[in-house]
């Protein structure tokens, strides 16, 4: 079998290793990189809330940058159930194989991705791993090769507003979601401090306060 054949063969990244089921501080960990288009679902976590905690399985973390690799929302359904500790198991491997497993275990369980949250997927795994085959990716990502290989061979997507830089676009939208995660954040966990909210959504302090400054005058958490 050649070479390209065996790669074609198995998953492009290697067994996950998941340690012993153990508890670990919700304080400790945070949200890796993902796919999802609205990082946090706070409906699906408050009716996770309503589950016993012990039905569902743990959350996979990965070990030494104690990132959620699958589970955020199990985690998120613990703090609104007011639980400092969650049940966990830790995942050996790099934070690139990480981030393909927790997007094929999303693509195919669980609150499962969106098609557009795998075609998002799909294009940040061209990128960042170009030498992996259709198959491989589109095995990861639950898509089909042809439409990896449609993905690998169109171009960047262009800027709405004419003459606009697309990665600013990107940040301002980006920028978008993240203040109202912290709204509905707020809304859900009042007593977080701005420090906490900014670091899981990824804003700055200043811009948590302000979103939580509108919020109080009733106003819309996005600036005019």
């Known amino acids: 079998m050649s070479n390209k054949a065996q790669r074609r063969a198995g998953p492009p990244f290697a067994e996950p290793k998941l340690g012993k089921e153990i508890l670990v501080k919700i ?38 940058a104690m990132t959620v690799v699958d589970g955020w929302e199990r985690v998120l ?5 007011g639980e400092k500790e969650i049940r966990a198991r830790m995942l050996q491997a ?26 998002r997927a799909a294009r940040h795994v ?11 990716i589109a095995g990861v990502c639950a898509l089909s090769t042809r439409t990896v290989a449609k993905q690998r061979k169109a171009p ?47 804003l700055s302090e200043k811009t948590v306060r302000d979103v939580r400054k509108r919020i109080r005058r009733g106003e819309s958490p996005l600036p005019e």
């Open 126 to 136: 061209l990128e960042s791993r170009p030498e992996l085959s259709d198959q491989a």
């Open 156 to 202: 960047a997507l262009p800027s709405v507003a004419s003459g606009a830089d697309p990665k600013s676009r990107k940040r301002r939208l980006s920028t978008r979601v993240a203040r109202e995660e912290a709204a509905g954040r707020m809304g859900v966990f009042p007593d977080d401090s701005n420090r906490k909210i900014a670091r899981e959504v990824g």
């Open 77 to 81: 359904a613990a703090q609104i159930r």
């Open 27 to 64: 304080s400790s960990l945070r949200l890796g990189n993902s796919p999802r288009l609205v990082r946090e679902d706070l409906e699906y976590a408050r009716a996770l809330a309503e589950v016993d905690a012990q039905l569902l399985p743990p959350v996979v973390v990965l070990e030494g």
């Open 94 to 119: 790099s934070e690139e194989d990480a981030y393909l497993i927790g997007v094929h275990t999303n693509a195919t369980h669980g609150k499962r991705l969106s098609l557009a949250e795998r075609l």
